[in-house]
Nanobody
Framework: QVQLVESGGGSVQPGGSLRLSCVAS????????MGWYRQAPGKQRELVAVILSGGRTNYGDSVKGRFTISRDNAKDTVYLQMNSLKPEDTAVYYC??????????WGQGTRVSVSS
């Protein structure tokens, strides 16, 4: 059973930066993609960024140019560098993994709060 453990959330002022990490363990098949989604109170979960097995990335429109997703294949870890944070980035951020079966896995979420 795949487990995803996120870390790096917290509180920051507008304009600040945070780096999220997500470590995958327990997988027994290849990873198709790893990524980050977020859900703000009263809103639907939305794509933040995803990185495919070949390295191609895709970002949600609201974070393009501010967030960067990267992956360490040797460590089965995905990172999300978040710069120029805005109050509207406040949400619970969830790590996601899809494997080659395909199956889909979610982390427990890490909270990001951006306020002055």
């Amino acid at each position: 059973q795949v487990q995803l453990v996120e870390s790096g959330g917290g509180s920051v002022q507008p304009g600040g930066s945070l780096r999220l990490s997500c470590v995958a363990s327990g997988r027994n098949s290849a990873i198709n993609a790893m990524g980050w989604y977020r859900q703000a109170p009263g809103k639907q979960r939305e794509l933040v960024a995803v990185i495919l097995s070949g390295g191609r990335t895709n970002y949600g429109d609201s974070v393009k140019g501010r967030f960067t997703i990267s992956r360490d294949n040797a460590k089965d870890t995905v990172y999300l560098q978040m710069n120029s944070l805005k109050p509207e980035d406040t949400a619970v951020y969830y790590c996601h993994l899809s494997d080659g079966i395909p199956r889909s896995y979610w982390g427990q979420g890490t909270r990001v709060s951006v306020s002055s």
